[in-house]
């Protein structure tokens, strides 16, 4: 399993971004899709995770800023950044739980860069 993600950038405080990641490969089932981030000199933390029903979860730090939606049909998984805040600089990554049968895998994309200037 393969994933892209795409979207980062640089955004002046306030501002809105919009991540994409689609995963490709053999997929067979992918119960839970999440955004994690990392800033500089600090651990990966979960940002929002979505599963397969829609149900999500956010971090406090992002909710009511930040929505998390995926297309199952796609396999893909947007995060709708709004209101962005310096503290959100960080590498974006999303990840990607898949079933088959009993086997549970964990597959991460390659990060995407998020600068907010203040």
């Known amino acids: 399993v393969q994933l892209q993600a795409s979207g980062g950038g640089l955004v002046q405080a306030g501002g809105s971004l919009r991540l994409s990641c689609a995963a490709s490969?053999?997929?067979?089932?992918?119960?839970?899709m999440a955004w994690h981030r990392q800033a500089p000199g600090k651990q990966r933390e979960l940002v929002a995770s979505?599963?397969?029903?829609?149900?999500?979860n956010y971090a406090d730090s992002v909710k009511g800023r930040f929505a998390i939606s995926r297309d199952n049909a796609k396999n893909t998984v947007d995060l709708q950044m709004n209101n962005l805040k310096p503290e959100d600089t960080a590498v974006y990554y999303c990840?990607?739980?898949?079933?088959?049968?009993?086997?549970?895998?964990?597959?991460w994309g390659q990060g995407t860069l998020v600068t907010v200037s203040s």
């Open positions: 990840s990607v739980t898949t079933l088959q049968g009993a086997k549970v895998d964990a597959y």
């Open positions: 490969g053999s997929i067979v089932r992918i119960p839970a």
């Open positions: 979505i599963i397969r029903s829609g149900s999500t």
